[in-house]
């Protein structure tokens, strides 16, 4: 059984719930503290007009890249809003195989799965430096049975969370594996546009691996598949950079061609682009 010892996963602040209005403003102020507004628009939902947004605060909490913010079977209390930074949620079975579930980040919510039970079913762990905001579940529904607007808007978002899964799941189940890696990348890259980044050049927080048990394919298929996109030209691959060259062709891909295909396509490009810069062709030829 796994431990449910949080110790590891909630760091302690100098901060308190209990603080006045005064010193919250200060906290808030230093990204501590956010208020109700401020959540929602990170959410991407409007704030129930019936709230005094400034009088709720809720704290932010901070997690190194490997450090878990909750664990599977552990009590249930809080909902978690990332503010910044990738995270992993994993299934664990009993000789410690994970599966992943999701890849969090910038405006998502974690540990909707613990409603149910009042235990958390997942793990999450952070793959980088994150700032995770915390709604005590409690504090959430007491301001829901007096504000109905605002209970109706966090179950939307509960909700969209469930559909985003459930996307994945039909995805999983209808297409090849390099269409599945495919569609990946062009999501990351709409997420990565969403939240204000270049979406044409990005960096991978998970590993090749977790791409894998994520789309349910070996890690071995992962690394052939982008390999085979960055010689098509379709991305550039360095270590864990990723270059969208062509995203169309990314989202509508079904099958790759077959290798004798993909080399000759390859050749031609590489001819015509010595062709249109014969200057860069012949310095390179000379060096």
Same mark, same amino acid.
């Given at each position: 059984m796994l431990s449910t010892d949080t110790s590891e996963s909630r760091p302690t602040t100098t901060s308190t719930l209990h603080s006045?209005?005064? =010193? *919250? !403003?200060?906290?808030r102020q230093g990204r501590l503290w956010s208020n109700l507004k401020e959540v929602c628009d990170l959410l991407h939902i409007t704030a129930a007009v019936s709230v005094n947004t400034e009088e709720l605060l809720f704290q932010h909490v901070q997690f190194k890249t490997g450090q878990r913010v909750h664990t599977i079977g552990q009590a249930f209390d809080t909902l978690y809003i990332v503010n910044s930074g990738f995270l992993k949620t994993?299934? /664990?079975?009993?000789?410690?195989?994970?599966? &992943?579930?999701?890849?969090?980040?910038? !405006?998502?919510?974690?540990? &909707?799965?613990? /409603?149910?039970?009042?235990?958390? $079913?997942? =793990? *999450? &762990?952070?793959?980088?430096?994150?700032? +995770? /905001? +915390?709604?005590?579940?409690?504090? +959430?529904?007491a301001l829901g049975r007096v504000h109905m607007e605002l209970e109706n808007v966090m179950y939307g978002v509960?909700?969209?969370? @469930?559909?985003?899964?459930?996307?994945? /799941? !039909?995805? @999983?189940? $209808?297409?090849? *594996?390099? *269409?599945?890696?495919a569609r990946f990348l062009v999501s990351l890259a709409d997420r990565f546009a969403a939240m204000g980044y270049s979406s044409k050049l990005f960096n991978l927080r998970m590993t090749r691996h977790e791409i894998g048990s994520y789309l349910g394919l070996t890690l071995e298929t992962v690394s052939r598949t982008l390999s085979a996109f960055n010689e098509i030209g379709l991305i550039t691959v360095d270590q864990r950079t990723i270059g969208i060259k062509d995203a169309e062709a990314l989202k509508t891909l079904r099958r790759l061609p077959p290798s004798r295909s993909r080399a000759k396509q390859n050749l031609a490009a590489k001819q015509k682009a010595e062709q249109e810069q014969p200057g860069d062709g012949q310095v390179l030829t000379a060096a």
């Open positions: 006045s209005p005064m =010193e *919250a !403003g200060r906290q994993v299934l /664990i079975d009993e000789f410690g195989n994970e599966q &992943v579930l999701s890849f969090p980040m910038k !405006g998502d919510m974690l540990g &909707v799965d613990g /409603i149910h039970t009042r235990h958390y $079913a997942s =793990e *999450a &762990v952070a793959l980088s430096d994150c700032d +995770l /905001i +915390l709604l005590p579940f409690k504090k +959430l529904t509960m909700s969209r969370e @469930l559909v985003r899964e459930q996307a994945m /799941i !039909g995805m @999983l189940g $209808a297409l090849s *594996a390099e *269409a599945r890696v």
